[in-house]
């Protein structure tokens, strides 16, 4: 079992930037993929960025080269770097995990809000 609690949003400006922290329970957390979602309201749950647990990333085409996403084996801890904000990136963002054999995020945070002000 993985409980996800992710921090850092709020409201920035166009252009500005934001780092999204999602803290994991669990030993074994090294062990997970983990990945950030958005959702936008009236709009579906849509896929942002995935780190393996060997370390390779995946980004969405609408975020690839502004943000980065990390991790802190040590600190049990995913992070969501989003540097030249849009409105278009205004969401509600979710911190998701899965252990190596599952196909589907199994494992969900609360959600932190990020507002892109124009």
């Known amino acids: 079992q993985v409980q996800l609690v992710e921090s850092g949003g709020g409201l920035v400006q166009a252009g500005g930037s934001l780092r999204l922290s999602c803290a994991a329970s669990?030993?074994?957390?090294?062990?997970?993929?983990m990945a950030w979602f958005r959702q936008a309201p009236g709009k579906e749950r849509d896929f942002v960025a995935e780190?393996?647990?060997?370390?390779?990333?995946f980004y969405a085409d609408s975020v690839k080269g502004r943000f980065t996403i990390s991790r802190d084996n040590a600190k049990n801890t995913v992070y969501l770097q989003m540097n030249s904000l849009k409105s278009e990136d205004a969401a509600v963002y979710y911190c998701?995990?899965?252990?190596?054999?599952?196909?589907?995020?199994?494992?969900w945070g609360q959600g932190t809000q990020v507002t892109v002000s124009s």
């Open positions: 669990g030993r074994t957390f090294s062990n997970y993929h």
């Open positions: 780190i393996m647990s060997n370390g390779r990333t």
């Open positions: 998701a995990a899965r252990d190596g054999l599952a196909l589907k995020y199994d494992y």
